[in-house]
């Protein structure tokens, strides 16, 4: 069974840092690009950024690029979101997810194992 696991979030001013981890177990993680998303109050949930199964491919959305840096270690079996310079529009819960290929991708159909999310809250 495949298990995500977020932890990280919390109540942070804007212009402070936060860094989120997902740790996955169940899947040969290495093998599976990963992504994060973030869904605010009474919005769609959206693309934040995505990393490719070996780290070489990333990308990211455009309200963060600049900002947040994604990251996986897969000895750990985790993958990383380190949020700086954090914008009260930031606020969201943040859902860590993995692909079933091995390109990142922002397509939400791509990704078809999901954590519980991890809620973040940017003061201003």
């Known amino acids: 069974q495949v298990q995500l696991v977020e932890s990280g979030g919390g109540l942070v001013q804007a212009g402070g840092s936060l860094r989120l981890s997902c740790a996955a177990s169940g899947r040969t993680f290495s093998n599976y690009a990963m992504g994060w998303f973030r869904q605010a109050p009474g919005k769609e949930r959206e693309f934040v950024a995505a990393i490719s199964w070996n780290g070489g491919s990333i990308f990211y959305a455009d309200p963060v690029k600049g900002r947040f840096t994604i990251s996986r270690d897969n000895a750990k079996n985790t993958q990383y979101l380190q949020m700086n310079s954090l914008k009260p529009e930031d606020t969201a819960v943040y859902y860590c997810?993995?692909?079933?290929?091995?390109?990142?991708?922002?397509?939400?159909?791509?990704?078809?194992?999901w954590g519980q999310g991890t809620q973040v809250t940017v003061s201003s």
């Open positions: 997810a993995t692909a079933s290929r091995r390109w990142p991708t922002n397509e939400r159909v791509e990704y078809d194992y």
